[in-house]
């Protein structure tokens, strides 16, 4: 009787653990600096996308900013084209690559040739909010498109619109995607944040962020900082190209863990 009532309570406290615990795998690819007429490139992002679609259990893409070369309006819709094979869905933040308003390439234009490609592609401000598995996962825009440049400037109104998405999900699990980092291994004056005091308070305020996940300086850098892990991954045209899977898992009453792992994508011998 004694044996039943230990194998009972041990499979309510198990039940217990696998009840709040929640996990989630993804793809991060980085700074893909697609353009059309480059049959290299072209080739490293048909082959990255065949990659992830052997991986198993990735929930969903994400591409971290500087998604084509420069702010041309013709390549996207063939870099669309080609992510548009991907198994799973996508999601894609603004890198400062990607857009310059006085050539004619805003992000709301961005967006929208994005969406003509891509009809289930439902995004039509470059900051916004998904949830999976879940985490609730927050895109923040830091790009410049009227004076574009290597630098991050989080706007005022969206650090507002950041701290106010924080506050509305307190109680969830966040991970956020940008292309600027906060936090570098080695600081580069052309390459920092503008003002990212204002945005790290912010982070300070809250307990509910796991991870900031962002590309934009083509290198492999992964710290904690006030228990939020920020991780900067390297380009896809890296020597070798690569992709980041990430897995995280929380379990309620221990801190969440984060497992990252580079993949290199096989680029067919001619």
Known sequence: MKKNIIITLLSLILLQTVVFAEAIKFV??????????DEHRAEVLKETVK????????????????????????????????????????????GNHDVFKNNG?????????????????RYTKPNYVFKRNGFVFIVVDGAKEVVPGSNGYYKEDTLKWLDKQL???????????????????????SHTVYKKENYLNILDKHDNVISIITGHLHTNYEVMRNGVYHITSPTLLSEKPVYKVINISTTKGFSPMVYTELKEVEIPKK
Do not use: W
């Not at 390439?105 to 592609?121: E, G, H, Q």
């Not at 969830?172 to 080695?186: E, G, T």
């Open 28 to 37: 991060q690819v980085t700074d893909t600096h697609f353009k059309t007429n």
């Open 105 to 121: 390439l805003s992000k709301s234009a961005y967006l929208d040739i994005v969406r003509d490609n891509n009809f289930l592609y």
């Open 51 to 94: 990659a992830i679609n052997k991986e198993k259990g990735i929930s969903f893409v994400v591409f971290t900013g500087d998604n084509i070369d420069s702010p041309n309006a013709e390549y996207i819709p063939e870099f669309v084209k080609i992510i548009n094979k991907l198994h799973v869905p996508y999601y894609l933040v603004i």
């Open 167 to 189: 506050k509305k999900h307190k109680n969830d699990k966040v991970v956020i995607f940008q292309h600027f980092p906060l936090i570098m291994n080695k600081e580069l004056s």
